[in-house]
């Protein structure tokens, strides 16, 4: 595992007092490995800066208890050299050092950075991401009672009452969401709402294709998730949508959403039995295949260059060949 780290952060990482420090040392069980992008310029990191520092130390001296304990390396968005040392001379924790911009890069692409202050927290034995929102967690949770935040599975989140229109009524049921998800090959997970006027475009191709799934006897389902503004507008929207739906103002809602890692509606995320991500993209998909010919459209090592394949491009490393 420290050659996992080592690929990330090279060999070592520094202190404030100029110390380096080997990054094999930052690994083993129980250990936790934070990565935290951050600049001196940025006023949200400055306000956090103190918050992440309490709980920092606060870990360290035992004030809060956790079988797991936490390293951060400073991943520097600073302007220039001047920047850098001001946000780190006075910082607890770690970080990368300034000369390398390259590696600073490679990391905000490989966790998906694009705003910071972002916390990134690591398994120090398997390398494997606990969470790419720290940031929010530590916001949310100021104790750290829940530290390190580890994800539950998709699963124990949805789980408990969903409302499906039976039979033709107009009046939804309830029904318990294992019983009706289990079984289950893929699940879609549909982030809309009434006002959105894309999400209303949408919503017949959608319905349109999990009709011809289903008649194809696929062992597919869908769960609304819901931005409705109102009772009566989540109503009004759910009313024609022949799957499951999170009821209206449900925490599951804002949980489901954090966890896929959605920012926009109308979206449509198929995740597996698992409950591992297939695609981000299934509006993208289902508008490029209606007749859901390559479903469940997990994604491929060689693609055509289209508007859905091209989405990756900004995603992952890519080699585009013409011919």
Request: negative net charge.
């Amino acid at each position: 595992m420290a050659h996992t780290f080592e690929s990330l952060l090279g060999e070592t990482v520094t202190r404030s007092s100029g110390q380096t420090v080997a990054v094999r040392s930052l690994c083993g069980k129980e250990r936790v490995l934070g990565l935290y992008f951050s600049a001196n310029w940025s006023p949200p990191c400055r306000m956090f800066m103190p918050a992440l520092a309490s709980f920092y130390e606060s870990l360290k001296d035992g004030s809060v208890t956790s079988r797991e304990n936490l390293e951060i390396v400073q991943i520097s968005w600073d302007k220039d050299i001047d920047g850098y040392n001001e946000s780190t001379q006075s910082t607890p924790w770690l970080s990368l050092p300034w000369e390398q911009r390259d590696r600073q890069r490679k990391l905000s692409r490989k966790f998906g950075v694009h705003g910071i202050p972002r916390l990134v927290l690591l398994d120090g034995e398997t390398g494997r991401v606990i969470t790419r929102d720290g940031f929010d967690r530590l916001s949310e949770d100021s104790t750290g009672s829940g530290f390190p935040w580890r994800r539950k599975p998709l699963h124990d989140i949805v789980k408990g009452t969903l409302l499906q229109v039976i039979g033709g009524s107009d009046v939804p049921q309830e029904v318990d969401a294992n019983s009706v998800l289990d079984g289950q090959s893929v699940i879609g997970f549909y982030f809309s709402a009434h006002w959105c006027l894309p999400c209303r475009y949408f919503d017949p191709e959608l319905i349109r294709a999990y009709q011809t799934l289903k008649a194809r006897g696929e062992k597919f389902q869908v769960v609304f998730v819901s931005a409705d503004r109102s009772e009566e507008a989540f109503q009004r929207h759910m009313a024609g949508m022949p799957w499951l739906t999170i009821p209206y103002e449900d925490s599951r809602n804002q949980i489901v959403k954090k966890h896929l890692g959605v920012d926009g509606i109308p979206m449509l995320v198929l995740v597996d039995e698992k409950g591992n991500i297939i695609t981000m993209n299934g509006r993208q998909a289902i508008t490029q295949d209606p007749e859901c010919k390559d479903f469940p459209w997990y994604p491929q090592p060689i693609d055509e260059l289209t508007p859905l394949s091209s989405l990756q491009l900004n995603e992952n490393i890519c080699v585009i060949y013409f011919s």
